[in-house]
């Protein structure tokens, strides 16, 4: 059975950092991209940042670009996502997913979301609040 559990969500204050961590069962990453995804209150989800199991090749959304680090630990079937400098609208609703690793590339997720309908195992979400 394919799992996919997120962990390390939190209250944090602006500036501040949290380690989310996705960890994947029922399956290896092997041939697998994982995508992290946020929903913030009365908005649509987003997608943030993805990386390839077989080569580490990551993209970030422009929003995050800079302050968020993605990576994976193929060994021990997990994705984490550094979340550095953090900001208010950083809050939400965090998903990891996973799908093929062709859906994680750089001309799919920079000009829409609909990325997000290719990855087909999901979450059920960890939340982060940044706030004063």
């Known amino acids: 059975q394919v799992q996919l559990v997120e962990s390390g969500g939190g209250l944090v204050q602006p500036g501040g950092s949290l380690r989310l961590a996705c960890a994947v069962s029922?399956?290896?990453?092997?041939?697998?991209?994982i995508g992290w995804y946020r929903q913030a209150p009365g908005k649509e989800r987003e997608g943030v940042s993805c990386?390839?199991?077989?080569?580490?090749?990551?993209v970030y959304v422009d929003s995050v670009k800079g302050r968020f680090t993605i990576s994976r630990d193929n060994a021990h079937n997990a994705v984490y996502l550094q979340m550095d400098s953090l900001k208010t609208e950083d809050t939400g609703l965090y998903y990891c997913?996973?799908?093929?690793?062709?859906?994680?590339?750089?001309?799919?997720?920079?000009?829409?979301?609909?990325?997000?309908?290719?990855?087909?195992?999901w979450g059920q979400g960890t939340r982060v609040t940044v706030s004063s």
């Open positions: 990386i390839r199991a077989s080569d580490g090749r990551s």
């Open positions: 029922g399956f290896t990453l092997d041939n697998y991209a």
């Open positions: 997913a996973a799908a093929d690793e062709f859906y994680c590339q750089d001309y799919l997720w920079r000009h829409s979301n609909n990325h997000q309908y290719d990855f087909n195992h």
